[in-house]
């Protein structure tokens, strides 16, 4: 089943310089290919739609600090079973329950600058991907 997923390496892993070792370990995925990508600051506007589910926790406004602090990398992922494959990849949200092998377990350090964000279902995929690249068909 070829799909679509929207990822986002957040501003930690570009002022880490992560981001060379991120993009190998999905590039390299058999039959997976970057559809579009760019280096891009998110505005306030965007963050608010993208993380509209969390609005009211008590993370959400450093959240909303932290993905607005420099430049990410955002990019459309293409292949097989691509949406849960980039989630496996990245490994679960806070870096200390994230297996070794994973990139939040290689390279997380606290829960909110977890390196990666990629969409957990077929629902969002197609929402976010239509929110940070609408002219994509
Ligand atoms: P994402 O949406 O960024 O792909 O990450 P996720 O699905 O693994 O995690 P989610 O629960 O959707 O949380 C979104 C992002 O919010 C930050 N976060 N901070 N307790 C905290 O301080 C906390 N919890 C979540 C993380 O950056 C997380 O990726
Ligand atoms: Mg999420």
Not at 14 to 32: D, N, T, Y
Not at 87 to 96: C, H, K, M
Not at 112 to 132: G, M, P, T, V, W
Request: hydrophobic share 40%; glycine share 10%; charged share 25%.
């Amino acid at each position: 089943m070829t799909q679509r997923t929207l990822v986002l390496l957040k501003p930690d892993s570009v002022r880490r310089g992560l981001v060379g070792e991120i993009l190998g370990r999905i590039e390299s995925k058999a039959g997976w290919t970057i559809a579009a990508m760019e280096l891009r600051t998110l505005d306030r506007g965007t963050l608010e739609q993208h993380y509209a589910e969390h609005e009211g926790r008590p993370f959400y406004e450093p959240l909303m600090e932290f993905m607005a602090s420099g430049p990410s990398v955002v990019m459309v992922v293409e292949g097989e079973r691509v949406i849960e494959g980039v989630r496996a990849l990245a490994g679960p949200t806070d870096p200390i329950a994230a297996a070794p092998g994973s990139i939040r377990g290689d390279f997380g350090t606290i829960v909110r600058e977890n390196l990666i964000h990629a969409s957990d279902s077929e629902e969002s995929a197609a929402r976010e991907l239509k929110l940070f690249f609408p002219e994509l068909d």
